[in-house]
């Protein structure tokens, strides 16, 4: 038996954080995998050319011999930057982790010994509470059920419902190389597509039931500028059809897809939804289009039709759409 330190034994696991311009959360996600239960880790910040001074802030933090930081002149963009960290390290585990996000602090324990416990397991997903910056508010999620499935299985399951973080996730290193990397052709979409991606290749995928990450949600995350640019609608009207040839060797192929065209729909519908009860209803009602050409039969459910019904340019229609669905999220 080793009397080493077990901070100076072979890292189990690769954590890595990646961040664009997040200096003012990063000591939160650098601080909470110092705090971990297990020490045999090796962390590496992958900065996509932040220009807001991220590079001092970590520097204090690179005197643990286990910490590295890499700058990268040139921004590689969400999908470059993850691919960057899922090919970087040597521990036979790896987990990403956003510069605006932060673990618990068995996380690291957790997803080993999700591994651990069923050598085919190549994905561990957990679940996350949501703290959103604006009202300091903390929103603790649904439990989950714990369950393991088959590669095939989970791809399904993950095209009804998408229930999948990067900041609550690890994948073992063999996953990835027969999956490959992030898709750069995405961008906001590109989380949702690659967790498919590693569902289409897995073996089997463990899902642990409770929060293993706070996820902060703010302004300037990627999923609200998604939102704001309209990018997130764009590749949603194409998702499904970019996600075909992952279900090209499943047995529900056709009902795979057709799955995730209704997900999909329903995705960008809510978007119309929000967009009309806050005030701008012809973009509203021109979104829930959008949704309707991604999905024809989203129109065969009552609510969806009515909705789109009173977002018109009335302004008794209007009054009573907003009521609606303020008395819904009530």
Same mark, same amino acid.
């Given at each position: 038996?080793?009397?080493?330190?077990?901070?100076?034994?072979?890292?189990?696991?690769?954590?890595?954080?990646?961040?664009?311009?997040?200096?003012?959360?990063?000591?939160?996600?650098?601080?909470?995998? @110092?705090?971990?239960?297990?020490?045999?880790?090796?962390?590496?910040?992958? !900065? =996509?050319?932040?220009? %807001?001074? #991220? +590079? /001092?802030?970590?520097?204090?933090?690179?005197?643990?011999?286990?910490?590295?930081?890499?700058?990268?002149?040139?921004?590689?963009?969400?999908?470059?930057?993850?691919?960057?960290?899922? @090919?970087?390290?040597?521990?036979?585990?790896?987990?990403?982790?956003?510069? !605006? =996000?932060?673990?618990? %602090?068995? #996380? +690291? /324990?957790?997803?080993?010994?999700?591994?651990?416990?069923?050598?085919?397991?190549?994905?561990?997903?957990?679940?996350?509470?949501?703290?959103?910056?604006?009202?300091?508010?903390?929103?603790?999620?649904?439990?989950?059920?714990?369950?393991?499935?088959?590669?095939?299985?989970?791809?399904?399951?993950?095209?009804?419902?998408?229930?999948?973080?990067?900041?609550?996730?690890?994948?073992?290193?063999?996953?990835?190389?027969?999956?490959?990397?992030?898709?750069?052709?995405?961008?906001?979409?590109?989380?949702?597509?690659?967790?498919?991606?590693?569902?289409?290749?897995?073996?089997?995928?463990?899902?642990?039931?409770?929060?293993?990450?706070?996820?902060?949600?703010?302004?300037?995350?990627?999923?609200?500028?998604?939102?704001?640019?309209?990018?997130?609608?764009?590749?949603?009207?194409?998702?499904?059809?970019?996600?075909?040839?992952?279900?090209?060797?499943?047995?529900?192929?056709?009902?795979?897809?057709?799955?995730?065209?209704?997900?999909?729909?329903?995705?960008?519908?809510?978007?119309?939804?929000?967009?009309?009860?806050?005030?701008?209803?012809?973009?509203?009602?021109?979104?829930?289009?959008?949704?309707?050409?991604?999905?024809?039969?989203?129109?065969?459910?009552?609510?969806?039709?009515?909705?789109?019904?009173?977002?018109?340019?009335?302004?008794?229609?209007?009054?009573?759409?907003?009521?609606?669905?303020?008395?819904?999220?009530?």
């Amino acid at each position: 038996m080793s009397d080493r330190p077990e901070s100076e034994k072979a890292p189990r696991i690769t954590i890595g954080i990646m961040t664009h311009n997040y200096g003012r959360f990063i000591k939160d996600a650098i601080d909470s995998v @110092l705090r971990q239960s297990v020490a045999n880790w090796e962390l590496i910040i992958s !900065d =996509d050319a932040s220009t %807001d001074g #991220t +590079a /001092e802030i970590v520097k204090p933090y690179l005197t643990d011999t286990r910490i590295r930081y890499v700058r990268h002149d040139d921004n590689l963009g969400q999908a470059g930057n993850w691919g960057f960290l899922l @090919l970087s390290g040597t521990a036979p585990v790896v987990a990403v982790l956003h510069a !605006d =996000d932060w673990w618990q %602090d068995n #996380t +690291a /324990e957790e997803l080993l010994a999700a591994f651990d416990s069923e050598p085919a397991v190549d994905l561990v997903c957990g679940e996350w509470w949501r703290y959103y910056v604006a009202t300091g508010k903390c929103v603790v999620p649904s439990r989950k059920i714990a369950h393991s499935l088959s590669g095939e299985l989970e791809l399904l399951r993950q095209a009804a419902e998408f229930t999948c973080l990067v900041s609550a996730s690890a994948v073992r290193r063999t996953l990835v190389e027969r999956a490959g990397l992030p898709d750069k052709s995405l961008s906001h979409t590109v989380d949702y597509h690659y967790f498919l991606t590693l569902c289409a290749h897995a073996r089997k995928v463990a899902s642990i039931s409770h929060p293993l990450t706070m996820y902060r949600v703010h302004d300037s995350s990627v999923t609200a500028n998604g939102y704001k640019s309209g990018r997130w609608i764009d590749e949603e009207e194409v998702f499904a059809d970019i996600c075909d040839p992952l279900f090209a060797k499943t047995p529900g192929t056709i009902k795979g897809t057709a799955i995730l065209r209704a997900q999909m729909a329903r995705c960008v519908f809510s978007i119309g939804v929000s967009t009309g009860v806050g005030g701008d209803v012809v973009l509203g009602r021109a979104i829930m289009d959008r949704a309707i050409r991604v999905d024809p039969g989203i129109k065969r459910n009552p609510r969806f039709a009515i909705d789109r019904l009173l977002c018109s340019s009335a302004r008794l229609p209007n009054a009573l759409f907003r009521l609606m669905h303020r008395k819904r999220r009530s």
